[in-house]
C-alpha cells in the first residue's frame, strides 16, 4: 500500500513532468536520440528534390521512370536511468532534497522516452546495486519508475558510480542511452566511466544542492557527512575556512569536467534552487547543433 502523500507527491510530478516532457523536451529528444537505425519501407515514383542516392534502378528501368527506395526510421530505443539514492541524496538546503529533484528529472526523461515510443529501465544503486527494473514502455511503468524511486529504503550508505556503470555495461550487447543521475560524490569511477560511454550513450546529470558549494557565514556549525555519518565542527564565520572550501569544490568539480571532455562525455549540471528543465533543454540543443554540423 502506497502512503498517501507519496500518492499526492507522484500525482504531481506526473502531471507536472508530463506537461513539461510534451511541451519542451520530446521534440528536440526525438531529433537528438536516434533510433535503432533505417530500415527498408517502400519504393515510390521519385519527386523533385530526393536524393538521388535512393533510386532503385532495377525498379526504375522496368518501370521507365525514376523510382526511390524509402526507408523509415527504427525508432524504439532503450533508456536506462541510473539512480544514485546514496545517503547524501537526502541532502537538502532549499526547498527540498536532492533526492526528490532526482526523481522528477528522472520522471521527465521518462516521459520523453515514452513520448518516443522508447522503452525506460531503472537501476537504483548506492553502494551497491539496490534494485533493477528491466526497461518497458508505457505510462504506468513511468509511474513505478518514480515510485521505486521516492518509496526506496535503500540498505547502503554511500556512493559507488563504478556498480552502477559496471551494471549497465553488461546489461545489453546494444546501444542504449544511460542517464547517470547522482551527485558525483565518489572517486576512482573513471575506468568503468570509459566502457560504459563507449558501449552506450552515456549522459552524466549532477544534481547539486548551493550549500555543497558555498559555507554560509553562519558561525560555528557542525558539518555531518550522511554517507559516512563524520560529523566536523567548522568555524564558517573564518573566510579562510570558506575560502578553503570553495577550492576543494572547485578543483573537483574542474577535474570531473575534464574527465568527461576527455572521454567526449556530454554532461548536465542540474541546481536544486534552479529550474531542471533549462540545462536538459540546453543540452539536448547542443546536441542538435553538433549533429547538423556533422552532417
Not at 99 to 111: D, G, Q
Request: zero cysteines; a positive charge.
Amino acid at each position: 500500500m502506497i502512503p498517501r502523500d507519496l500518492v499526492k507527491k507522484l500525482r504531481k510530478i506526473e502531471i507536472h513532468t508530463s506537461r513539461l516532457a510534451n511541451e519542451q523536451l520530446a521534440g528536440s529528444y526525438h531529433s537528438v536520440f536516434k533510433g535503432r537505425g533505417m530500415t527498408f519501407s517502400e519504393v515510390r515514383q521519385y519527386q523533385h528534390g530526393d536524393d538521388v542516392r535512393f533510386i532503385d534502378w532495377n525498379v526504375s528501368a522496368r518501370m521507365n521512370e525514376a523510382y526511390v527506395k524509402v526507408f523509415t526510421e527504427e525508432r524504439e530505443m532503450t533508456v536506462m536511468l541510473l539512480v544514485d539514492l546514496s545517503a547524501s541524496e537526502r541532502f537538502g538546503s532549499v526547498a527540498r532534497p536532492k533526492i526528490e529533484a532526482v526523481a522528477e528529472i528522472s520522471a521527465l526523461l521518462a516521459f520523453s522516452a515514452i513520448k518516443n515510443d522508447d522503452r525506460v529501465g531503472l537501476v537504483l544503486f548506492t553502494d551497491r546495486v539496490e534494485r533493477f527494473v528491466p526497461p518497458k514502455k508505457g505510462r504506468g511503468h513511468v509511474m513505478r519508475v518514480v515510485t521505486e524511486i521516492l518509496n526506496a529504503q535503500p540498505k547502503g550508505e554511500g556512493t559507488n558510480l563504478s556498480v552502477a556503470l559496471d551494471l549497465v555495461g553488461s546489461l545489453s550487447k546494444r546501444r542504449s542511452v544511460a542517464f547517470l543521475v547522482s551527485d558525483f560524490i565518489d572517486d576512482g569511477y573513471e575506468k568503468p566511466l570509459r566502457v560504459a560511454s563507449r558501449r552506450h550513450d552515456l549522459i552524466p546529470v549532477q544534481v547539486v544542492d548551493p550549500r555543497e558549494e558555498e559555507l554560509p557565514d553562519v558561525g560555528l556549525a557542525l558539518l555531518e557527512d550522511l554517507e559516512t555519518g563524520e560529523v566536523l565542527e567548522v568555524d564558517t564565520s573564518d573566510p579562510r575556512v570558506r575560502r578553503a572550501f570553495a577550492r576543494q569544490v572547485n578543483t573537483q568539480r574542474a577535474k570531473r569536467e575534464q574527465l568527461f571532455r576527455r572521454l567526449r562525455i556530454d554532461h548536465v549540471t542540474v541546481r536544486t534552487e534552479e529550474d531542471y528543465v533549462r540545462p536538459l533543454a540546453d543540452l539536448f540543443r547542443r546536441r542538435q547543433r553538433r549533429q547538423a554540423g556533422s552532417r
